[in-house]
């Protein structure tokens, strides 16, 4: 399983960013699709993940601010970020995993946002 994320870049404090990723499989068939970020210095943290039945889980940190979206016609999952602020800056993984735990990783693609 590949997947390819892009959609990061610089941004002002209070701008917003899309992110999306797409994924070489049939998303529909995996437990979770997501998203997590790694700050420089701190360990890799949850962003947004949604279920197969489509439950929605949020860091506390962007709850509000960022919406996360798949679109399994396209096999590809989106991160909308809004009201971005200087914390977010980090480098954002997309994520799947499958039925058996197996988990699979994008590239990552980094988000700066400027104070």
């Known amino acids: 399983v590949q997947l390819q994320a892009c959609g990061g870049g610089l941004v002002q404090a209070g701008g917003s960013l899309r992110l999306s990723c797409v994924v070489s499989?049939?998303?529909?068939?995996?437990?979770?699709t997501g998203w997590y970020r790694q700050a420089p210095g701190k360990q890799r943290e949850l962003v947004a993940q949604?279920?197969?039945?489509?439950?929605?889980t949020y860091a506390d940190s962007v709850k509000g601010r960022f919406t996360v979206s798949k679109d399994n016609a396209k096999n590809t999952v989106y991160l909308q970020m809004s009201s971005l602020k200087p914390e977010d800056t980090a480098v954002y993984y997309c994520?799947?995993?499958?039925?058996?735990?197996?988990?699979?990783w994008g590239q990552g693609t980094e988000v700066t946002v400027s104070s």
């Open positions: 949604v279920t197969a039945d489509y439950t929605i």
């Open positions: 994520n799947v995993v499958n039925w058996v735990l197996a988990r699979y």
């Open positions: 499989a049939n998303i529909s068939g995996f437990k979770t």
